[in-house]
């Protein structure tokens, strides 16, 4: 019923789902668990809140319209896990953090954009946006814009390269994806 609400209950929504999802993030962070453990619960988390699919297929590229369902999905799997355990490393950096919400934006069809602050201890504060959309009820995440740099930006260069790489072959790229 998406007609009966307005931009700024959508705005509210997503805010409340940014300040719930970066809870959850930090809970993970500081639990006392191994890496390999927090990566395992971010992947779980990950995979629940982001548009993976949509994700997978903005890094990739023109690429993905060659893939079949069932490649597509093995590279969505793959992208996703590459993704947990690259960032996943950094966990320690993020101990002690806060998030707060500054404002948010509706970017029509793009989403909203929650504009944040994260504060961590000893160190200035990081401007952090995420973009958020919805194709059903639920907001899914889309991006993080960690000061003005595109997470999946960044991600769709390092793909490109790594297919480069792997000369155009995606099964290869795959597989390498799976090593990381």
């Known amino acids: 019923m998406k007609e009966n609400r307005t931009f700024s209950d959508d705005i509210e929504r997503a805010e409340s789902y940014i300040q719930k999802l970066s809870n959850q993030i930090i809970v993970i962070v500081e639990s006392e668990s191994e890496v390999k ?18 994700i997978s297929r903005a890094a990739l590229g023109a690429k993905w319209r060659t893939l079949n369902d069932d490649t597509r999905k093995e590279f969505t799997a793959a992208f996703i896990n590459y993704l947990v355990q690259k960032y996943g490393r950094q966990f320690e950096e993020f101990s002690g953090a806060k998030l707060i919400i500054e404002r948010s934006i509706d970017a029509g069809k793009r989403g909203v954009l929650v504009h944040t602050r994260l504060l961590m201890p000893a160190t200035s504060p990081i401007s952090v946006k995420w973009q958020v959309w919805q194709k059903t009820e639920d907001f899914k995440l889309i991006d993080i814009i960690i000061e003005d740099i595109s997470m999946l930006t960044m991600e769709r260069e390092e793909i490109k390269n790594r297919l480069e790489i792997h000369n155009g072959n995606i099964n290869s790229l795959i597989e390498n994806l799976r090593k990381n």
């Not at 395992?40 to 988390?45: E, Y």
């Not at 990950?46 to 949509?54: D, G, R």
Request: proline share 0%; no cysteine.
């Open 37 to 54: 453990a927090k990566q395992n619960k971010l992947l779980a988390l990950f995979k629940k809140n982001a548009s993976t699919q949509t």
